[in-house]
Each structure stands twice: as C-alpha cells, then as structure tokens.
C-alpha cells in the first residue's frame, strides 16, 4: 500500500478502539521479539490490544480495506518467530482478551477467551477437579490461544495428547472480519469438514482464535511415581526410553538430557554430574502409577540406568530439577537457537548419533534435550550475540534434513513462524506445499493475516 | 460428460486394471446402496477393484481426463449414502487394499492399506499386546479406511477418542492421480496445516485414502467390570449418566436405550422387560476398574437405577445383550432410518423428552439408543418398504432442528453422505458452508470426487 495511507489506518484503529491502540515506537519494541530471540527488522505500525471479538472484527475490516498486515500476538512466547511485527504491520494483541466464559463439569468443558494463560486457568479449573491437558515448557507464560494456534506439545503428548486433541470447537474471525464457528461443543460430530483442526496449529494465518471450547478431563487420581537415571551413553538411554514404550508402558513424562546438556547444568548449578552420559527422567501417575513404575525401572536398570525411584516429593523434585535446570542453564551461556525436530521414537538413537556429527562437522556444541515418550528433541545452539551465525544455520538445516530422513518432521512443537519457512518445502513436497499455500488462499485471498510466516513471502 | 464417452471410458479402465474392471449390472447391483437402505437412482459404469496405489491413480487420472464421478468404497456398510453410486459413476472398491504393511512396537504405530477390516486389523493387534481403538459397532464389518473417511465413532469415544485421534498420517491419491502424503509417522508434529485431520471424515469428497499410519495403544490391562440398571423413565436414566460424568468417572461404554426400544428389545428376544422405562449399561476398564465400578454404581443407584454389577463373563455378557439386541430387533419391525445427532451431555434428557414430543407431532414411533458417554443419540424410524415416507423424513428434519438449537450437531459419527445433505448448510452456516465449498475445490476442481455427497449437487 502507498506509505500516505498508513497514517489513515492508525488513525481509524484509534477511532475504532479509542486508547487501546498504541504507536509509540517505545511501546512497540517489545513486539518485534519472541522468546526465539529473532528481531523483526524494525518497528510496527501500531499495536491494538482488542477486549471483545467485536474489536478483532473491527480490526480486520480496517486491515482489509487498507490491506495491511495483521499478526495476533498473546504473550509473545513462542520459538519460531509467528508473532514478531515489522514495518508496516499491526500487532493484534489477545493478552487482554483473558476471561474464563464457561466451566461445565456435566460437559467436561471450558469456554475460554484466547489470552488467558494456560497455568492461570489451570489453576481456576484445579477448583472443579478438572484440568486442560496441553502442558508446554511454558505453560505459566503462555495463553491458551498461542497454544492452539501453535498446536502446542509439551512433556504429557505421549499419553495425554497433543492440544489438537484437547480443543472441541473455537471462533475465529477472519482476515475480512467475518466471525466464523468451527468445531463441536459435543464430543463427537462430523458435519463437514474438520476446520477446528485445520486451524489448530495455522500460526495465525487462517484466522483469528478470539474464543475457544476446550475438552476436559478429571484430575488424574493417584500418586505420581518418579524415576530418575543416569545412563554412560545417551544411545543406551535413548534404547531405554524405546523399550519402555515397546512394553507397552505408558509413563505421563519420559525426559531424557544428553551430555552436553549435563555438562552445562553442571557448570550452572555446581553438581558434580558433568562425567555422566545422560539423563533420563521418567514419571508415571493414575491408578496403576505404582505397579507401571516398578516394571519401567527393571526396564530402565536392565537397559543400563543408575535408577532411583521415588514418591517422595522433595526426592522428586532434586529428580526433576535437573531436567528443569537444562534451559536456564543454556541461557546463561548465550543466546539460544532451540531447535525442535521429531522422529519416530525408534529413531531417536540415531537422531542423537546424527547431532554429535554435526557437533564434528560445525565446530559447535549442540547440548540436546527430549521428549523421549515421543521422540521430539530440541538439539540447542547456543551463541553470542543476537544474529544466529551462518555456520549455525548450515548445522540447523542439515539438522532438519536429518530429521525428515529419519521419517520425522522439522517441528515437534514450536511452529514454522519465521525461522524455519526455508524448510517447509522439504518437508511437505511441492504438491502438498502448493495445496496448503491455495488453503492459505481460501481463507485470506489478501494474504493479510501473519503474511512471511509459515510460507515464505512471495516476490 | 457427452454419454459417448462413457464406453470409450470404460475400456481405459479395463486396459488399465484387466480383469478387475465390473460392468455388468447384475454384478454392480450392490454399489447403489449401503446399510443406510438408501439406493441409488441406477446402475453406475463401472466397478473398479484397486490392489495398489497405483491402480487408484490410473482411475483418478482416466476419470479426470473424462470428467467422470468417482465414488470410493470400502466394505459397503456406511449409515448416509457416502458411498453409493448411480448412473454415469465409477464405483472405485479398495476391499482388496487390505494388507497390514507394518507393525512397529516401538513406535506404537500400524501402517495399513484402507480396505482391511477393523475387526480383523484388531485380531492381528492382540498378538503384538496393541489395539486401534475407533470402535464403530461396524467394526467387524467395516474397513478402516471407511473409518477414516468418515471419522466413525463407536461406544468407547467418551474415554479412548474418535477415529480423528487415532491416525498419524495418510497417503491419500487426489483426483488428478497426485499422491499426497499428509500428517506424521511421529507423535507430534506441526508443519503447516493439518491436512492429515482435514481428510479425515471428509467422506471421500477431497481425496482417496490409499494408505493409513495408525496411532495404537497398548492392550488395557485388568478385569472389566460390567453395570446394569434398568430405571423408570428415560430421563433418570440420562440424569444417572450426567453424574457419572460430572463426578469424574470415565468409563470405557456407557450406553442408554429407551422404553420404546426395551419394548421392541421384549417383542424380539421374548424377555419380560417391556415395562421398564430405561436400560443403562456402562463399563469400567484399566487397573482401577474395580473402584471406578463401585463409585458409579453408587452414583446410578442414587440416581433411581435399579443396579447390577458384575465380573462374571457370562452375566456380563448377559447385560451387554440388552443392548446388543437392540438393532436386531429394530431390524427385525421394518426399514430403518437410524438417525445420529450428539447433543452436550447435560442436554441428553432435554434431547429425549423433545424426541417424544416430536413422535406424538409426527404419529411415529422413535426408540432410541444413545452413547450416553458422550451425548450421541440414534433416534430410529422404523418404517414398511424402501422408501423413507415423508412423514418420517419432516420428523427428521425436526429432529436436526433440535439437536442444533441443544448446541448438537447432525451427526455424531455417521457423516452427512447423501441423506444430510439437505440439512448442512443449518448447521455449518451461510459463510462456513462457501469455506468448504472452496477447499473442496482447492482438492477437486473438476468435482469428480463423489459429487453430490455431503454438498448438495449444484445444478
């Protein structure tokens, strides 16, 4: 669009929604950084902070007219760079947006604005016996509706599911301010096509999630078992983690720090672990978590693991402390570029084989965290300052190949958003990568919403 | 299409498929209907039986390139007409597509072609300690790709999930000839949209499921525990299993059926039960089955139920009969229009008491059993001949009607095929409806993937 017309946006945005709309660019900084550390390369045309699915409306009729872009934000903590702004584009903020609408225990769901954050509601529904299962590192910083739109993993997936399973039905308004009801508020139904999944991890490219129906369950019953070991290799830990899941065992956590990481905690937190191979951190909980945890720790201690069992909750937390210890430890050597590959979990052994090549073959150190229950690893690059170096890059994409050759995928958990739109080819193909980009079409033919992210931007 | 194509057509397709290309009316017969008792208005081209995905390919692109309907079908037993043809249709079989092509314990995963059975697919399972859990009351008849293309539901969805939740990936052949491979052989995985859980339930319209990578879990150990309770009326009934819910109980099945289907149950089978008002049949699985049974059989007791419960395999089995007879003896009264709304739990017994207004309205009588786990009813009208009567089909629409303005859908778990179709524009809306509409043309431009099912045919 011509630059004269963008001071008539702003200025519509303050007559639409009169002091919510900022354009200080002091105000603006904050908004074209995520938790990836990416920047954005300047500062944005404004930032809305919408109230009501109304003020979203009004905001997307106001882009549409001046087709200018729209990035909705909650609370700006995700890893791929899907809700950083640059010139010339509005920030939508959700964040305030933050109400619970409705909790039915006879329906076992939860009505939800889209930027309440996934531990406050928790911590509302823990009243009533319930809980919403998606639990990402970050779930006492990030909102509900982040989490949907990035399809958001965690540590519960194996057993719990990941959040597309956890979502009945949203709204979302669309780029031209329609508000569109996708989904069920039953458990089952199959009218048409299943567009409440389709959007379900579309990182804000589709629409707009102003209201969600989330799926319940009851409060797990029962005492939470945890097991802790420490293993020579991480190939024998990564094995021990296959064989548990081979047994037909399904633990609530299986957790599992290479050495490298191990190394960095040590140096961190002062504990004499830095001659470890690796760590695997396993939890069971329900009825049965006693009898299950018992069997996975011959299984772990067969396989090569110093083990500890516990039920003890200080004993557990000193075992969970070093997994929590990882990512703190890692910040304070640098900035992080934390990838975020899968592979199928018979895979995993291989995929560790492959970044300790990488590690030979960059000259970098690649400390590597995983979601062992489902083979989802975060190999980490660690750096100074704020650009990721090029020699990172080449090791990160010759990561990706190595993922996709191993049957799994570029992103477990974290989105494509900016930083890995390079790669989504690779991974779906050129048909597929064409039919998604004609869905993309479907529902935002101005390509206004969150354009650059997912897809490259077109010349 | 100029109708002195069609030979020219057919003969491709023997050239292409020798030996497994039908077009003798006799043997086509069987494709013009299904379980729904629905036919078609004639004999359609040609029957075509896929063995590989190649041969599906060569279909869709013989079919493109004469712009003729293509209607895949798996065992034939679907309840909306999705996969019946008539006149001028290609009728693309893919029973014999039913090969288990891998079964990976480590990584908890079935790759199948889609014509295998449900049942037999489970058979192969239990020897590997595994299960796939979408459990239609088809199962033993129905393939898994049918499952899939419809989304089935089954008795165990309130605990183990639908059909959606229990597939990691698909091959899927477009109508071009393309082959598509969408979603992951990994737990997680979030690149791009989610086309795995688009094609799913999408009846055959977008694509055709060649090959199916299947979530499983483990076998559930320890003893069933099985509950019977026969109760007044129907709405105590429903009341019993809305406090089974809302006090946190999640049983594997918990069925309902109505006075008018005991009645019918009593004419059959020759048991006394005809005066009762209700039958409620739940059971509890896992290791705290025994607990869990006890608490719910307190809960339904407290409820007004008059309650057995039991271990024993032949009382279990005896209570489980109950329901099991329900069909057979509807069956056995007349035709059936088996009907599919979901409704939110807490709204089961306002969906029965409307069901008996809408039978005094329509003069018909309408038993209904109901997955009361989860809030799906089939209300069945029972009718003489072949024709649904229109009385019946106003009665019907009255019930969509209700189960919308519940908060319901139309269909919990049996699709909209040809018999809904009617009715999908209430339900999606004016402005989702086009939606669809458009991603079924960003799949199918030509429309030649079974025209007419699920949108009504554009004149």
């Known amino acids: 669009m011509p630059v004269d017309q963008l001071p008539d946006t702003v200025e519509a945005l303050h007559t639409a929604l009169p002091g919510r709309v900022d354009n200080d660019p002091a105000l603006l900084a904050p908004y074209t950084a995520d938790r990836s550390g990416h920047r954005s390369s300047g500062t944005p045309l404004a930032a809305v902070r919408a109230r009501s699915v109304e003020d979203v409306q009004a905001v997307c009729r106001i882009a549409s007219a001046a087709r200018i872009p729209v990035v909705t934000r909650g609370a700006g903590t995700g890893l791929a760079g899907g809700a950083i702004a640059g010139p010339g584009e509005i920030i939508l903020s959700l964040a305030e947006m933050d109400r619970v609408l409705e ?15 996934n531990g406050r509601l928790n911590a509302v529904l823990a009243d009533y016996g319930l809980w919403w299962a998606p639990d990402p590192a970050s779930k006492d910083i990030s909102t509900v509706g982040g989490n949907i739109a990035m399809n958001a993993g965690g540590l519960l997936c194996a057993k719990y599911g990941v959040t597309r399973e956890a979502v009945l039905a949203l709204k979302v308004v669309l780029a031209d301010g329609t508000l569109l009801s996708v989904g069920h508020r039953t458990v089952k139904g199959v009218t048409g096509y299943d567009l409440c999944a389709l959007m379900i991890g579309s990182e804000g490219t589709l629409g707009i999630i102003v209201e969600a129906t989330l799926k319940l369950l009851p409060v797990t019953e029962g005492e939470t078992v945890t097991i802790g070991a420490f293993f020579n290799t991480v190939e024998e830990a990564a094995a021990a983690a296959s064989s548990v899941t081979r047994r037909g065992h399904v633990p609530a956590v299986m ?6 990481t191990l190394e960095c905690v040590a140096r961190y937190s002062g504990q004499d672990i830095s001659d470890r191979g690796a760590y695997l951190l396993i939890q069971c909980d329900g ?31 000193r075992l969970l402390d070093f997994r929590r210890s990882a990512f703190p430890a890692l910040e304070a050597m640098g900035t992080m570029l934390v990838e975020d590959i899968a592979v199928p979990r018979d895979q995993m052994a291989a ?10 073959k960059y000259g970098v150190l690649i400390p590597t965290t995983c979601h062992a229950g489902d083979g989802n690893l975060h190999p980490t690059f660690v750096f100074q300052g704020e650009e990721v170096p090029s020699a990172i890059w080449a090791a990160a994409g010759e990561l990706f190949t190595t993922a996709l050759d191993l049957g799994g995928t570029l992103t477990g958990e974290h989105g494509i958003g900016l930083l890995k739109r390079d790669w989504l080819q690779d991974e779906l193909g050129q048909d597929q990568y064409e039919i998604q980009r004609r869905i993309k079409q479907v529902f935002d033919p101005l390509n206004i919403l969150n354009p650059g992210k997912v897809f490259p931007q077109q010349a």
């Open 103 to 117: 909790i039915s225990e006879e329906n076992r769901l939860a009505v939800v604005e889209p930027g309440i954050l």
């Open 255 to 260: 957790e599992l720090m290479d050495n490298r």
């Open 287 to 317: 009825p049965a978590a006693a009898k299950t945890a018992q069997h996975i720790a011959s299984v772990v201690a067969n396989a090569g693991g110093a083990v500890e069992i516990t039920t003890d909750p200080d004993e557990s937390r």
């Open 351 to 360: 995929a560790f084989a492959a970044i300790r090549s990488l590690e030979d």
